[in-house]
């Protein structure tokens, strides 16, 4: 199994949310202009930082002032670059993350909460999930599981969660349909109020490192100034 490096950048949001506008000129003439779109100005200062965080650590990662972002049929973005890296990126509540490595991969994280919506449970859950972590208390394990999975082939909400199951293996994650293994995931310590896990393909062995919101923020600055 190969080994891959994979950077990991979290950024808690409400330590940067005030000095938003001077991140507007990291973003797109479209992206200025849909953060004018919002009415509440905490949902606009939080699309605008994660945008700049976006596109600040891309350009600290590639040493490249100029990207080409796109993004695919559900909306995955990607580097328009045969020789670039691949990013996957998530974000709840306060915080957000960035995965960067030179396979694809897909990483998601959401803040627990005390009350889980019954439908969601539903749709994210099967009989295999309820027998491997119980009616709801690991419901965000699970959950944060089945998306990283979708995110990592970039289907975002069209995969149908409930046809997944989740194994935990001493330590990782196996996510299989019917059975048969699919990926692996890994989870990311970020805050105790969080679940983030990270998933990567049956053929890699991720060498993770995490990147924390203070060392994050160090790099705004750096573009900043």
Not at 76 to 94: A, C, E, Q
Not at 132 to 141: E, I, L, M, V, Y
Not at 157 to 183: C, D, M, T, W, Y
Not at 184 to 193: M, P, S, T
Request: hydrophobic residues 40%.
């Amino acid at each position: 199994m190969q080994q891959i490096p994979i950077k990991i950048f979290v950024l808690k949001v409400s330590d940067v949310l005030m000095d938003s506008e001077n991140l507007l000129p990291f973003l797109k003439k479209d992206e200025r202009n849909k953060s004018k779109e919002f009415i509440n100005l905490d949902l606009e200062r939080n699309y605008v930082v994660h945008k700049a965080f976006e596109r600040i650590i891309l350009q600290h990662s590639l040493k490249k002032r100029t990207l080409n972002i796109k993004h695919g049929k559900y909306g995955k973005p990607f580097i328009d670059d045969p020789n670039t890296l691949f990013y996957n990126k998530s974000h709840s509540g306060d915080w957000v993350a960035l995965a960067i490595s030179t396979i694809d991969l897909g990483i998601d994280i959401e803040m627990i909460t005390s009350n889980s919506n019954e439908d969601l449970v539903q749709m994210v859950y099967n009989e295999k999930d309820f027998n491997n972590f119980g009616a709801t208390d690991d419901f965000f394990t699970v959950w944060s599981l089945k998306e990283a999975y979708s995110k990592l082939l970039g289907l975002g909400l069209n995969l149908n969660l409930n046809q997944l199951h989740i194994i935990p293996e001493n330590g990782v994650f196996s996510i299989r349909k019917e059975n048969v293994l699919l990926a692996n995931g890994y989870q990311i310590g970020i805050d105790r109020d969080y679940k983030c896990h990270l998933v990567v393909g049956v053929d890699y062995n991720p060498s993770i490192s995490i990147i924390s919101s203070t060392q994050s923020l160090k790099i705004i600055n750096e573009h900043l100034h």
